[in-house]
């Protein structure tokens, strides 16, 4: 399987301050029509994960422009521009290229 | 609205079986893959099994092959996961979760709100 791992497992951030999460890919995650097969999602507490960034870099529908997604091929990145409360969760990547898909181990966003 | 509705989770004794069943609605099922991810109890996500739209390519965690078994009915909007052989670590809330775009390697987009599976004696 591919392994995904993700970099911090936990950060602290105050409101209003930059955030930023790494997920490396054991192995290219580029399709052959052009995108990378790179999801991350946000878990908040006692709910089913939710979309935020598809291919890479997309933002799902609904989620604010305070988060983006960037990366290629193995190194991807989740940066969150200024960090507000309802932030807080635990946030996956997720690798689709290769079956069965594989999650990064998580990492946990608390308010400072 | 896309809704996943599952349902058929509870306590197992270790080797027994369960049939999980998950519902859509809101959108065209057959069009779309779907999956199976699990979650242990504070831990992180693992995806079980997946099906695409017609049920011609499944895929399965090393973890669970020749024990669960994905199947879909496009006719009544439903998603199953035949468990078998359960074990103590397949203690988890299993979702159901619906893929993005179709014919696009593997894209989750919404879930359920899952279902607890308990293995215990």
């Known amino acids: 399987d591919n392994v995904m791992t993700q970099s911090p497992l936990s950060l602290a951030v105050a409101p209003g301050e930059p955030a930023s999460i790494s997920c490396r890919s054991s192995q290219s995650l580029l399709h052959s029509r052009g995108y990378n097969c790179m999801d991350w999602y946000l878990q908040k507490p006692g709910q089913p994960p939710q979309l935020l960034i598809y291919?890479?870099?997309n933002r799902a529908s609904g989620v604010p422009d305070r988060f983006s997604g960037s990366g290629s091929g193995t190194d991807f990145t989740l940066r969150i521009s200024r960090v507000e409360a309802e932030d807080v969760g635990i946030y996956y990547c997720?690798?689709?290229?290769?079956?069965?898909?594989?999650f990064g181990q998580g990492t946990r966003l608390e308010i400072k | 609205e896309v809704q996943l509705l599952e349902s058929g989770g509870g306590l197992v004794q270790p080797g027994g079986s369960l049939r999980l069943s998950c519902v859509a609605s809101g959108f065209t099922f057959r069009t779309y893959a779907m999956n199976w991810v699990r979650q242990a109890p504070g831990k992180g996500l693992e995806c079980v099994s997946g099906i695409v739209g017609d049920g011609s390519q499944t895929y399965y965690a090393d973890s669970v092959k020749g024990r669960f078994t994905i199947s879909r009915d496009n006719s009544k909007n439903t998603l199953y996961l035949q468990m078998n052989s359960l074990r103590a670590e397949d203690t988890a809330f299993y979702y159901c979760?619906?893929?993005?775009?179709?014919?696009?390697?593997?894209?989750?987009?919404?879930w359920g709100q899952g279902t607890l599976v308990t293995v215990s004696s």
């Open positions: 997720m690798q689709g290229l290769q079956s069965p898909p594989t």
């Open positions: 291919w890479g870099s």
């Open positions: 979760a619906k893929d993005r775009v179709p014919d696009a390697a593997w894209n989750i987009d919404f």
